[in-house]
């Protein structure tokens, strides 16, 4: 009696598992796939901010208007002499896509490098791509410029030139994580017209 071949069986669990596998696989390279195309978009999205919202300028600091109150002129006395009240209204114009925080500061005005009056800042903030008014109000005395050569004829001619100093000093802030350091400066030229008691004119840089 010849024996009898026995045809090989397929192993069913194996081909199950490897099938498995295959598809663990392909879930596995799509999944990859999906988390650097999300890396990539990422990396786009940070790249924007950088060049738009991360771009932190300085803020701009300016004088918006001035008025003049309880003008005192005394041209001919010795020595000669002025006082006044000036009402000025300051703005710090944020640019930045985050607000800006600024501390404690000081306007000062001088007549030809001497002192003759202050204002206090009182910190703040400027909000993101918004502009920020101060009101500040400043005595003027001529008591630490009277012995100056050229006050009477300054006071003589109609015209009073003061000059004014500011600096604030701060950080703008990005979604609270970015800081950046920022000091903007004004620097005005203020004519007043002695005659009508009024502001002529005034430029800033």
Known sequence: MEPTTAEPKTDVGSASVQSEELRRRKKGMKCLAYVAAFAIFLTAIILALAVTVMNIKNPKFRLHSIDVEDLSLSPSTTPPSFSM?????????????????????????????????EALISKGRARARSTKEIEVTVDVT????????????????????????????????LMEVIKKKKAPQMNCNINIDLVKKEIQDWNCN
Request: aromatic share 6%; glycine share 10%.
């Open 142 to 173: 001529s008591s630490n410029a009277s012995i100056n050569s050229n006050l009477a004829s300054d006071l003589n001619s109609g015209i009073l030139t003061l000059t004014s100093h500011g600096e604030l000093s701060g950080k703008v802030h």
């Open 85 to 117: 009240r000036l009402d000025a209204e300051l703005a710090v114009k944020n640019t930045n896509f985050g607000h800006y925080k600024y501390e404690n500061s000081t306007i000062t005005l001088a007549y030809r490098g001497t002192k003759v009056g």
